[in-house]
């Protein structure tokens, strides 16, 4: 059945039908109400490029991933929060546009973008210190949600983000009321606003006991396993080793995991650790009712579907006040903490 086909079943406009199944404001509610559930009742889903002629929109969601992030699209926190977005795109009818570009080049892509309307919006990844591409988006008048969020002095924008200053403030409490006084904190890339708002709860915690923090327990880097076992391996052979880790990432878990294998440390008795757990799909954190690892736990799917439900609602409904998503995170206890061996 084409766009025709069921206006004239419902005896209306292909235009009004149009708008009412993309959204439009200027469509009353009953109206929109009852093409929803026809469409629904007879199988009828608008053809993109029917919907994009009639709504004047690309019909399109972009994201653009520069090189220096490329291990971002093979990470499987990317993925989850795709899949997530990726939901809310199909019920609402849009394409997701996926750009690798070059270092560097990002501005020219969202200016090309802009320019030829190739996209309705986009969601910005890994907002980093200083990001000069919300102010662009902002400069250029696309629509956009941003992952994550910046420090307080750019202007009001869309964004979802957990609260990783409380995340990591609770997860370090837990550690010191465990008697862990010698706490690593492996953490991502310092560039980036998550990585630097997770320091920043982990010290004040520390402070807050008036416990120190030895810089030779600090690493800052990719998220890797690699990293993970590697940045373990180094501080647990050195002269003053930590009892306990707090890890940024349920990847760099496991190589912290298999560097206490390596050594003959026992996880949870010998070496404790908390790490940022994303509810992965293909990386779970064992059994719901038996985690390996205690956690703080926030779904990355969630928050893609978030992003794009937020987005559409912008392009949809032009003039909308800045919506910011700021989610708090569960604290899991796992098999991985235990009472400080020196307590």
Request: proline letters at 6%.
């Amino acid at each position: 059945m084409n766009l025709k086909e069921f206006a004239g079943l419902l005896g209306l406009s292909p235009t009004t039908v149009s708008r009412a199944l993309g959204g439009y404001p200027e469509v009353r509610e009953e109206t929109r109400r009852r093409v929803t559930e026809a469409a629904k009742r007879h199988g009828y889903r608008p053809n993109r490029r029917a919907a994009a002629l009639a709504s004047g929109r690309a019909m399109a969601i972009g994201h653009v991933i520069p090189t220096a992030l490329n291990q971002e699209v093979v990470n499987p926190v990317f993925a989850d929060f795709i899949s997530g977005a990726g939901e809310v795109y199909s019920s609402e009818n849009y394409d997701l546009t996926l750009s690798i570009v070059t270092d560097g080049s990002e501005d020219r892509v969202y200016r090309q973008m802009a320019q030829t309307r190739s996209v309705d919006g986009v969601i910005v990844h890994g907002p980093r210190i200083g990001d000069q591409r919300i102010p662009l988006l902002q400069e250029l008048g696309l629509p956009f949600v941003v992952h994550g969020r910046l420090p307080g002095e750019h202007a009001p924008f869309n964004f979802v983000d957990i609260d990783n200053i409380r995340a990591f403030h609770k997860a370090t409490d837990l550690l010191l009321d465990l008697g862990h006084r010698r706490i690593a904190l492996l953490n991502g890339n310092l560039d980036m606003d998550f990585a630097c708002r997770r320091r920043d709860g982990f010290a004040s915690a520390m402070s807050g006991r008036g416990v120190s923090v030895d810089p030779d327990l600090l690493f800052a880097g990719d998220m890797s396993e690699t990293n993970g076992h590697g940045a373990a391996r180094r501080m647990l052979e050195g002269p003053n080793p930590p009892t306990a880790f707090l890890v940024s990432s349920l990847t760099m878990a496991i190589g912290v995991r298999r560097a206490t294998h390596e050594l003959g440390l026992r996880l949870g008795q010998d070496v404790s650790l908390v790490t940022h757990d994303d509810v992965l799909s293909y990386l779970a954190n064992g059994p719901q009712d038996a985690p390996l690892f205690t956690a703080t736990r926030s779904s990355v799917r969630a928050a893609g579907r978030r992003c794009a439900e937020i987005l559409i609602e912008q392009i949809t409904r032009p003039g909308l006040a800045p919506i910011q998503d700021i989610w708090e995170c569960e604290l899991v206890i796992g098999a991985s903490t235990g009472p400080a061996p020196n307590a």
